[in-house]
Protein backbone atom coordinates (compact mmCIF):
# COMPACT_ATOMS: atom_id res chain seq x y z
CA UNK A 1 0.00 0.00 0.00
CA UNK A 2 1.09 3.39 -1.02
CA UNK A 3 0.22 7.05 -0.09
CA UNK A 4 1.39 10.47 -1.25
CA UNK A 5 0.69 13.76 -2.15
CA UNK A 6 1.73 16.75 -4.29
CA UNK A 7 1.43 20.30 -4.42
CA UNK A 8 -0.62 22.24 -6.98
CA UNK A 9 -1.94 25.18 -6.04
CA UNK A 10 -3.31 27.40 -3.54
CA UNK A 11 -6.53 28.86 -2.80
CA UNK A 12 -7.71 30.97 0.14
CA UNK A 13 -4.45 31.02 1.79
CA UNK A 14 -4.19 26.97 1.72
CA UNK A 15 -2.28 24.81 -0.25
CA UNK A 16 -3.82 22.70 -2.91
CA UNK A 17 -2.82 18.93 -2.93
CA UNK A 18 -3.83 16.26 -5.28
CA UNK A 19 -3.62 12.89 -2.81
CA UNK A 20 -2.74 9.11 -4.28
CA UNK A 21 -3.60 6.23 -2.88
CA UNK A 22 -2.71 3.02 -4.36
CA UNK A 23 -2.90 -1.24 -3.43
CA UNK A 24 -0.52 -3.73 -4.12
CA UNK A 25 -2.66 -4.93 -6.99
CA UNK A 26 -1.87 -1.40 -8.62
CA UNK A 27 -5.64 -0.11 -8.35
CA UNK A 28 -4.80 3.89 -7.70
CA UNK A 29 -7.05 6.71 -6.53
CA UNK A 30 -6.20 9.96 -6.57
CA UNK A 31 -8.26 12.66 -4.24
CA UNK A 32 -7.99 16.52 -4.33
CA UNK A 33 -8.24 18.41 -0.68
CA UNK A 34 -10.14 20.83 -3.08
CA UNK A 35 -14.24 19.90 -1.98
CA UNK A 36 -12.59 16.77 -0.46
CA UNK A 37 -12.73 15.54 -4.57
CA UNK A 38 -12.50 12.07 -6.22
CA UNK A 39 -10.17 13.00 -8.88
CA UNK A 40 -9.66 9.86 -10.57
CA UNK A 41 -10.24 5.83 -9.87
CA UNK A 42 -7.50 3.99 -12.02
CA UNK A 43 -8.55 0.07 -12.25
CA UNK A 44 -6.46 -1.95 -14.76
CA UNK A 45 -5.07 1.05 -16.38
CA UNK A 46 -8.17 2.73 -16.96
CA UNK A 47 -9.89 5.46 -15.10
CA UNK A 48 -13.02 4.32 -13.77
CA UNK A 49 -14.82 7.98 -13.40
CA UNK A 50 -15.31 11.24 -15.23
CA UNK A 51 -12.36 13.98 -14.39
CA UNK A 52 -11.28 17.32 -15.40
CA UNK A 53 -7.45 17.14 -17.67
CA UNK A 54 -5.54 18.61 -14.50
CA UNK A 55 -6.01 19.30 -10.60
CA UNK A 56 -6.33 22.93 -11.69
CA UNK A 57 -9.41 22.86 -13.35
CA UNK A 58 -11.39 21.79 -10.85
CA UNK A 59 -11.55 25.22 -8.69
CA UNK A 60 -11.27 27.28 -11.74
CA UNK A 61 -15.34 26.69 -12.10
CA UNK A 62 -18.40 24.67 -10.42
CA UNK A 63 -18.63 21.28 -11.70
CA UNK A 64 -19.40 18.49 -8.91
CA UNK A 65 -17.14 15.97 -10.41
CA UNK A 66 -16.59 13.79 -7.30
CA UNK A 67 -16.97 16.58 -5.21
CA UNK A 68 -18.39 16.05 -1.67
CA UNK A 69 -21.46 18.35 -2.26
CA UNK A 70 -23.49 19.99 0.91
CA UNK A 71 -24.38 21.24 3.64
CA UNK A 72 -27.41 19.99 0.79
CA UNK A 73 -27.02 17.93 -1.98
CA UNK A 74 -30.43 19.11 -3.95
CA UNK A 75 -33.16 20.98 -4.09
CA UNK A 76 -35.07 22.78 -1.20
CA UNK A 77 -38.24 24.28 -2.28
CA UNK A 78 -38.18 28.11 -1.72
CA UNK A 79 -34.43 27.65 0.36
CA UNK A 80 -37.47 27.38 3.29
CA UNK A 81 -36.47 25.15 6.12
CA UNK A 82 -39.99 25.19 8.57
CA UNK A 83 -39.44 23.93 12.13
CA UNK A 84 -42.30 25.02 14.65
CA UNK A 85 -42.76 28.44 14.81
CA UNK A 86 -39.16 29.21 13.36
CA UNK A 87 -38.44 29.27 9.37
CA UNK A 88 -34.60 29.42 7.91
CA UNK A 89 -33.85 31.13 4.49
CA UNK A 90 -31.27 29.87 2.58
CA UNK A 91 -29.90 31.15 -0.92
CA UNK A 92 -32.13 30.85 -3.52
CA UNK A 93 -29.76 30.09 -6.27
CA UNK A 94 -32.21 27.18 -8.62
CA UNK A 95 -34.37 29.80 -8.98
CA UNK A 96 -37.29 29.89 -6.86
CA UNK A 97 -35.20 27.62 -4.58
CA UNK A 98 -31.82 26.33 -3.34
CA UNK A 99 -29.57 23.61 -4.59
CA UNK A 100 -26.37 22.07 -3.87
CA UNK A 101 -25.68 24.02 -0.21
CA UNK A 102 -25.06 27.62 -1.75
CA UNK A 103 -21.09 27.90 -2.00
CA UNK A 104 -20.90 24.86 -0.62
CA UNK A 105 -18.10 22.01 0.62
CA UNK A 106 -17.36 21.19 -2.56
CA UNK A 107 -15.78 24.65 -2.88
CA UNK A 108 -14.06 24.87 -0.21
CA UNK A 109 -10.37 23.57 0.37
CA UNK A 110 -10.16 21.27 3.11
CA UNK A 111 -7.39 20.17 6.10
CA UNK A 112 -6.42 16.28 5.27
CA UNK A 113 -3.95 13.91 6.40
CA UNK A 114 -2.87 10.29 5.29
CA UNK A 115 -3.00 6.70 7.18
CA UNK A 116 -1.22 3.51 5.64
CA UNK A 117 -2.12 0.09 6.91
CA UNK A 118 -1.21 -3.16 6.06
CA UNK A 119 -4.05 -3.65 3.33
CA UNK A 120 -5.49 -0.27 3.59
CA UNK A 121 -4.32 3.47 2.00
CA UNK A 122 -6.38 6.12 3.73
CA UNK A 123 -6.70 10.10 3.50
CA UNK A 124 -8.75 11.52 6.30
CA UNK A 125 -10.34 15.08 5.36
CA UNK A 126 -11.99 17.86 7.20
CA UNK A 127 -13.56 20.70 7.54
CA UNK A 128 -15.16 23.10 9.57
CA UNK A 129 -18.59 24.96 8.09
CA UNK A 130 -19.08 27.77 10.13
CA UNK A 131 -22.64 29.03 11.72
CA UNK A 132 -24.12 31.21 8.96
CA UNK A 133 -22.39 29.96 6.43
CA UNK A 134 -24.86 29.92 3.69
CA UNK A 135 -27.09 30.54 6.02
CA UNK A 136 -26.77 27.39 7.85
CA UNK A 137 -27.26 27.07 11.25
CA UNK A 138 -24.93 25.67 13.89
CA UNK A 139 -21.10 25.15 13.43
CA UNK A 140 -20.26 22.05 11.88
CA UNK A 141 -17.06 20.27 11.78
CA UNK A 142 -16.88 17.58 8.79
CA UNK A 143 -14.84 14.48 8.37
CA UNK A 144 -14.84 13.07 4.68
CA UNK A 145 -12.73 9.49 4.30
CA UNK A 146 -11.50 7.38 1.01
CA UNK A 147 -9.84 4.13 2.17
CA UNK A 148 -8.77 1.65 -0.47
CA UNK A 149 -8.07 -1.76 0.41
CA UNK A 150 -6.42 -4.71 -1.63
CA UNK A 151 -9.62 -6.07 -3.16
CA UNK A 152 -10.31 -3.33 -5.10
CA UNK A 153 -12.64 -1.63 -3.42
CA UNK A 154 -12.61 2.12 -1.95
CA UNK A 155 -14.69 2.85 0.82
CA UNK A 156 -16.35 6.75 1.12
CA UNK A 157 -17.24 8.06 4.65
CA UNK A 158 -18.40 11.54 5.68
CA UNK A 159 -19.02 12.29 9.29
CA UNK A 160 -20.51 15.08 10.95
CA UNK A 161 -21.45 17.49 13.74
CA UNK A 162 -23.13 20.53 14.32
CA UNK A 163 -23.65 22.50 17.54
CA UNK A 164 -26.67 23.77 16.69
CA UNK A 165 -30.25 21.89 15.19
CA UNK A 166 -29.74 22.00 11.68
CA UNK A 167 -30.22 20.24 8.46
CA UNK A 168 -27.56 18.05 6.56
CA UNK A 169 -28.04 16.18 3.25
CA UNK A 170 -24.86 15.82 2.04
CA UNK A 171 -23.72 13.10 -0.87
CA UNK A 172 -20.37 12.24 -3.17
CA UNK A 173 -20.75 13.52 -6.65
CA UNK A 174 -18.81 11.35 -8.99
CA UNK A 175 -19.82 10.09 -12.25
CA UNK A 176 -19.06 6.47 -13.28
CA UNK A 177 -17.98 5.62 -16.72
CA UNK A 178 -16.25 2.28 -16.50
CA UNK A 179 -13.65 3.06 -19.50
CA UNK A 180 -17.13 3.75 -21.26
CA UNK A 181 -17.09 6.67 -23.71
CA UNK A 182 -20.46 7.21 -22.85
CA UNK A 183 -23.16 6.34 -20.12
CA UNK A 184 -25.41 5.06 -22.44
CA UNK A 185 -23.38 1.60 -22.87
CA UNK A 186 -23.75 1.15 -19.49
CA UNK A 187 -26.03 -1.77 -17.94
CA UNK A 188 -27.54 -0.39 -14.39
CA UNK A 189 -29.49 -2.40 -11.86
CA UNK A 190 -30.74 -1.04 -9.18
CA UNK A 191 -32.12 -2.48 -5.68
CA UNK A 192 -35.41 -0.24 -5.59
CA UNK A 193 -39.29 -0.91 -6.40
CA UNK A 194 -39.97 3.20 -6.24
CA UNK A 195 -38.36 6.26 -7.63
CA UNK A 196 -39.90 9.79 -6.54
CA UNK A 197 -41.25 11.60 -9.95
CA UNK A 198 -40.17 15.28 -10.30
CA UNK A 199 -41.34 18.63 -11.76
CA UNK A 200 -39.87 20.84 -13.98
CA UNK A 201 -37.49 22.49 -11.30
CA UNK A 202 -36.55 19.16 -10.18
CA UNK A 203 -38.49 18.39 -7.14
CA UNK A 204 -40.72 15.86 -6.14
CA UNK A 205 -44.34 15.87 -7.15
CA UNK A 206 -46.33 13.13 -5.90
CA UNK A 207 -44.55 10.83 -3.44
CA UNK A 208 -42.96 7.60 -4.53
CA UNK A 209 -44.51 5.28 -7.21
CA UNK A 210 -43.80 1.99 -8.19
CA UNK A 211 -40.93 1.63 -11.22
CA UNK A 212 -42.18 -1.75 -12.54
CA UNK A 213 -43.22 -1.89 -16.36
CA UNK A 214 -41.42 1.69 -16.52
CA UNK A 215 -38.35 3.74 -17.92
CA UNK A 216 -37.03 3.68 -14.35
CA UNK A 217 -37.24 -0.38 -13.71
CA UNK A 218 -33.82 -1.04 -13.44
CA UNK A 219 -34.48 -3.75 -11.08
CA UNK A 220 -33.39 -6.52 -13.95
CA UNK A 221 -30.43 -4.57 -14.85
CA UNK A 222 -30.54 -2.77 -18.54
CA UNK A 223 -28.49 -0.73 -20.60
CA UNK A 224 -28.71 3.25 -19.40
CA UNK A 225 -29.92 4.07 -23.15
CA UNK A 226 -33.00 1.99 -22.84
CA UNK A 227 -34.21 4.98 -20.30
CA UNK A 228 -32.71 7.59 -22.40
CA UNK A 229 -34.23 6.72 -25.52
CA UNK A 230 -37.63 6.01 -23.75
CA UNK A 231 -40.81 8.10 -24.47
CA UNK A 232 -41.53 8.64 -20.90
CA UNK A 233 -42.84 12.31 -19.76
CA UNK A 234 -40.04 12.43 -16.80
CA UNK A 235 -37.33 11.59 -18.93
CA UNK A 236 -37.98 13.91 -21.46
CA UNK A 237 -38.86 16.25 -18.60
CA UNK A 238 -35.29 16.36 -17.23
CA UNK A 239 -33.56 15.19 -20.13
CA UNK A 240 -32.32 12.23 -18.96
CA UNK A 241 -32.31 10.66 -15.99
CA UNK A 242 -32.13 12.85 -12.52
CA UNK A 243 -34.30 11.17 -9.90
CA UNK A 244 -34.41 9.59 -6.27
CA UNK A 245 -34.68 5.68 -6.15
CA UNK A 246 -35.66 4.71 -3.03
CA UNK A 247 -33.65 2.00 -1.29
CA UNK A 248 -35.21 -1.22 -0.06
CA UNK A 249 -33.17 -3.96 1.95
CA UNK A 250 -31.21 -5.25 -0.78
CA UNK A 251 -27.99 -5.28 -1.58
CA UNK A 252 -26.10 -4.39 -3.18
CA UNK A 253 -27.92 -0.86 -3.56
CA UNK A 254 -26.63 -0.60 -7.65
CA UNK A 255 -24.02 -2.28 -9.83
CA UNK A 256 -22.91 -1.00 -13.33
CA UNK A 257 -21.36 -3.07 -15.92
CA UNK A 258 -19.66 -2.34 -19.07
CA UNK A 259 -17.84 -4.87 -20.72
CA UNK A 260 -14.89 -5.36 -19.47
CA UNK A 261 -15.45 -3.69 -15.88
CA UNK A 262 -18.17 -4.23 -13.05
CA UNK A 263 -18.43 -1.72 -9.97
CA UNK A 264 -20.66 -2.86 -6.98
CA UNK A 265 -21.98 0.06 -4.59
CA UNK A 266 -23.82 -0.52 -1.18
CA UNK A 267 -24.34 2.51 0.70
CA UNK A 268 -26.49 3.46 4.31
CA UNK A 269 -28.13 6.24 2.73
CA UNK A 270 -31.89 5.64 2.00
CA UNK A 271 -31.88 6.54 -1.88
CA UNK A 272 -29.80 7.20 -4.42
CA UNK A 273 -30.09 9.89 -6.89
CA UNK A 274 -29.63 8.94 -10.21
CA UNK A 275 -28.49 11.58 -12.98
CA UNK A 276 -26.64 10.41 -16.11
CA UNK A 277 -25.16 14.48 -16.72
CA UNK A 278 -27.68 15.88 -18.88
CA UNK A 279 -26.63 19.05 -18.83
CA UNK A 280 -22.69 18.64 -20.02
CA UNK A 281 -22.85 19.99 -23.74
CA UNK A 282 -18.20 20.21 -23.97
CA UNK A 283 -17.94 23.70 -22.46
CA UNK A 284 -16.59 25.42 -19.92
CA UNK A 285 -14.04 24.07 -17.58
CA UNK A 286 -15.92 20.82 -18.57
CA UNK A 287 -15.28 21.01 -22.34
CA UNK A 288 -13.86 17.16 -22.74
CA UNK A 289 -17.00 16.62 -20.68
CA UNK A 290 -20.85 15.93 -23.54
CA UNK A 291 -24.04 14.99 -22.17
CA UNK A 292 -24.43 10.96 -20.98
CA UNK A 293 -20.33 10.36 -20.75
CA UNK A 294 -21.38 9.54 -17.03
CA UNK A 295 -23.78 8.25 -14.40
CA UNK A 296 -23.93 9.48 -10.56
CA UNK A 297 -25.14 7.64 -8.12
CA UNK A 298 -25.78 10.16 -5.19
CA UNK A 299 -26.07 8.23 -1.99
CA UNK A 300 -28.55 10.57 -0.10
CA UNK A 301 -32.19 11.05 1.68
CA UNK A 302 -34.30 11.65 -0.73
CA UNK A 303 -35.31 15.39 -1.24
CA UNK A 304 -38.67 16.33 -0.37
CA UNK A 305 -41.62 18.74 -2.14
CA UNK A 306 -41.90 20.72 1.16
CA UNK A 307 -40.08 22.72 3.92
CA UNK A 308 -41.00 19.57 6.99
CA UNK A 309 -37.19 18.95 6.75
CA UNK A 310 -37.16 16.34 9.47
CA UNK A 311 -35.90 13.68 7.66
CA UNK A 312 -32.34 15.21 7.20
CA UNK A 313 -32.61 17.64 10.75
CA UNK A 314 -29.49 16.98 12.81
CA UNK A 315 -30.01 17.80 16.54
CA UNK A 316 -27.24 20.05 18.27
CA UNK A 317 -24.05 17.22 18.90
CA UNK A 318 -25.99 14.87 17.02
CA UNK A 319 -23.59 12.42 14.92
CA UNK A 320 -24.04 12.07 11.13
CA UNK A 321 -22.60 8.76 9.33
CA UNK A 322 -22.87 8.30 5.92
CA UNK A 323 -20.91 5.81 3.85
CA UNK A 324 -20.73 4.42 0.21
CA UNK A 325 -18.42 1.35 -1.27
CA UNK A 326 -17.57 1.30 -4.19
CA UNK A 327 -16.11 -2.70 -5.40
CA UNK A 328 -14.40 -2.85 -8.78
CA UNK A 329 -13.77 -5.91 -10.73
Not at 130 to 157: Q, R
Amino acid sequence: MKTSFIKYGQKDGKDLCEITLKNNKGMEVKVLNYGATLEKVIFKGENMILSLPHPSDYSKERNFLGGTVGRICGRIKSGQWKHGDATVQLPKNDGENHIHGGIGTDMRVWDFRLDKRKDTAKVVLTLLDPDGNNGFPGNMKLTASYELDNDNSLLYKLEAVSDQMTIFNPANHTYFTLGEKSARDVWMNISADYFLPVSRDGLPIAGMESLKGTAFDFTQGKRISEALDSNDDQIKLRNGLDHPFILGCNRPAATLTTRKYQMTMSTNAPAIVVYTGNHFNNTGVASNIGQYDGVTLEAQCPPTSGSDLSEITLLPNEKFNRWAWWYFE
